[in-house]
């Protein structure tokens, strides 16, 4: 990362013709054979990364948790759950993704601890510890008793169900946990949080790691007032205008990269999570010269198929607003500021079952997403499996499910009188198990992932959908990624090209074109099952080929022909 007296240069810019692959550690390799990933198996499987040709490995949380959210609760920054190993593993690692030549960042997870962590230990054990206020404690309501229905502070809804005050017996006080119970929010009003927090990043870089993706970073600052919010059902309210993107985030990202980052001569990378950020937000917290952060991941497109009743009660998507979200997220963050690019994470469900076609154009529709994707302007993410195409799971019923969020939404909904069948096809849908579910390496009984019982039930498909049938395969999905992501690094007009859509309002077809120097890139994909014929300029059937997903994608007679779920991708070189 550039330090604050001079300007990024393109060698600092490095992220921009880089490619991110998210580990997602329980599910991705266990070589302890317990049934649950670690960081030994995530060593005896970077040769696959290598063979993709990614180049920085972001780590999901390994640190030491009680495990109530999957390791996003955290009871001990400086150490690693024996679950996935011990710091040597962890050094041993680090060690092989750098002789590798890529970077390996971790998950940053400051928002809240664990309620396990001695932090909120010590907080909790008294209203007079010093570290009282290293949390948002506060009495009940005025004129409630604690533990009385309607007692908690504020009426802000939990993103995991439920109020976001939970009562402490022993002092007659609530504290505030946006999330799951178990994960108390830290103050960062409190100067002793940020400095704690600051020597934790320190230590960690000093180690060797490569950066930080940062877990809801947008979230850290809270009105402290603490004012109701308006009200959205069950007599709670939405709290987000009094925690979400407050101004205070940028005085403390600032402050950030002053005490953590400023004068390593490493080139590092910073990546702030951060549902609701707006554009014009987005472009303060990425712009080189303000010293915040590298890029942001925001959520616009991930929300186009909330239905009425939220992410649970999903709708068809729009393609056209699928295009107007990215396709202004590329304007206004083009000459300043950096995007994110993903599809997929550990949060949202498979982008092939989501917005593709898993049953009857697999393969077509898992590449298709992956080239409209990678060659926007942006740095793409890639996260387990993804490159596989791997599907969301068929989950039979609320017993098969381990996510905590899925939990708390079956519970509130069922009590609520919807049915299970109806709250089950949401959860199938668009819940967070099945992008958890074991990574496919092979058709043996537990997919390659273990020889113990595995903590998630690997995919029945395994035995077709897997890593060692795609490798020999010119045609699988796992090598048209590996060649999407060689044009990133060959091509500079995929890195830093400028960005125009296409045909904004075809119903069924993403097409844009991408400019730098003398170099022009036409990408054009057909996500629908039904051809395509789109009109383009009549010199791009002079370009170049550089990559289709298959014979029915051609450039001819001033048009573009695309079959059922085809994409090309031409280049003019000039």
């Known amino acids: 990362m550039a330090g604050s007296e001079r300007s990024p240069t393109m060698a600092d810019e490095w992220w921009k013709s880089a490619v991110v692959y998210q580990v997602y550690p329980r599910s991705f390799a266990d070589a302890s054979g317990d049934g649950v990933g670690d960081l030994r198996g995530i060593t005896s499987r970077l040769d696959h990364l290598e063979r993709l040709g990614v180049d920085v490995l972001w780590l999901s949380p390994v640190y030491a948790s009680p495990q109530a959210d999957n390791g996003y609760d955290i009871s001990d920054y400086q150490d690693i759950d024996p679950l996935f190993g011990t710091l040597d593993d962890f050094d041993e690692l680090l060690a092989a993704v750098h002789a590798r030549g890529m970077r390996l960042v971790m998950d940053l997870v400051v928002n809240h601890t664990s309620d396990e962590h001695p932090w909120f230990q010590a907080s909790r054990s008294s209203v007079d510890d010093p570290k009282r206020d290293w949390y948002w404690w506060r009495p009940p309501r005025a004129g409630y008793a604690p533990g009385e229905p309607g007692a908690e502070p504020t009426n802000w809804e939990s993103f995991f169900s439920g109020p976001t005050w939970t009562l402490d017996p022993a002092s007659g006080e609530y504290y505030l946990h946006l999330f799951a ?66 101004p205070q985030v940028h005085d403390y990202l600032q402050e950030m990269h002053r005490e953590v980052f400023d004068g390593r001569d490493a080139q590092l990378l910073t990546v702030g999570e951060m549902p609701g950020v707006t554009f014009d937000q987005a472009r303060l917290f990425t712009d080189p010269a ?54 997929n994470n550990h949060d949202q469900p498979r982008v092939v079952s989501r917005f593709g076609d898993d049953e009857h ?40 499910l381990r996510d905590v969020e899925s939990l708390n939404y079956w519970a509130q909904a069922t009590a609520l009188g919807h049915s299970s069948a109806d709250v089950l096809r949401g959860v199938r849908a668009m819940g967070r198990d099945n992008a958890r579910t074991p990574v496919q390496w092979d058709g043996t009984e537990q997919a390659g992932f273990t020889t113990g019982e595995p903590w998630l039930a690997v995919n029945p498909n395994h035995t077709w959908l897997n890593a060692a049938a795609q490798y020999d395969d010119p ?21 830093h090209g400028d960005f125009t859509m296409l045909h904004a309002e075809h119903p069924s077809a993403y097409a844009y074109e991408r400019r ?29 080929v550089v990559l289709t997903n298959g014979p029915s994608a051609q450039v001819r007679d001033g048009a573009v022909e695309l079959g059922p779920w085809a994409a090309i991708v031409v280049l003019i070189d000039g």
């Open 361 to 400: 154009w697999w393969r077509e529709s898992a590449t298709a997403l992956a080239t409209v994707l990678h060659l926007h302007r942006g740095t793409p993410y890639v996260y387990q499996g993804e490159e596989l195409g791997m599907t969301n799971a068929p989950f039979a019923g609320i017993e098969d």
């Open 516 to 544: 730098h120097l003398g170099a022009r890139l036409l990408v054009a994909a057909n996500l629908s099952a039904s051809p395509v014929r789109l009109e383009v300029a009549a010199e791009w059937a002079a370009g170049d």
């Open 181 to 246: 119970r178990e994960q108390p929010d830290l103050n960062w009003e409190n100067p002793q949080v940020r400095q704690a927090i600051y020597a934790m990043m320190r230590w960690w870089l000093d180690r060797g790691v490569d950066g930080f993706r940062m877990d809801v970073i947008n979230l850290i600052s809270k009105d402290p007032a603490l004012p109701d919010g308006p009200p959205t059902h069950a007599g709670l309210g939405d709290g987000s205008p009094h925690y979400m993107t407050r």
């Open 290 to 343: 303000r010293h915040e952060l590298d890029m942001v991941f925001q959520f616009e497109h991930v929300g186009l198929d909330h239905g009425p009743g939220g992410k649970f009660d999903p709708v068809p998507l729009d393609l056209r607003a699928l295009k107007a979200s990215l396709g202004r997220w590329q304007t206004e963050l083009g000459d300043v500021g950096w995007n994110s690019l993903y599809w």
């Open 475 to 495: 045609a699988s999905v796992f090598h048209h990624y590996r060649q999407l992501i060689e044009l990133r690094h060959r091509l500079p007009v995929v890195a």
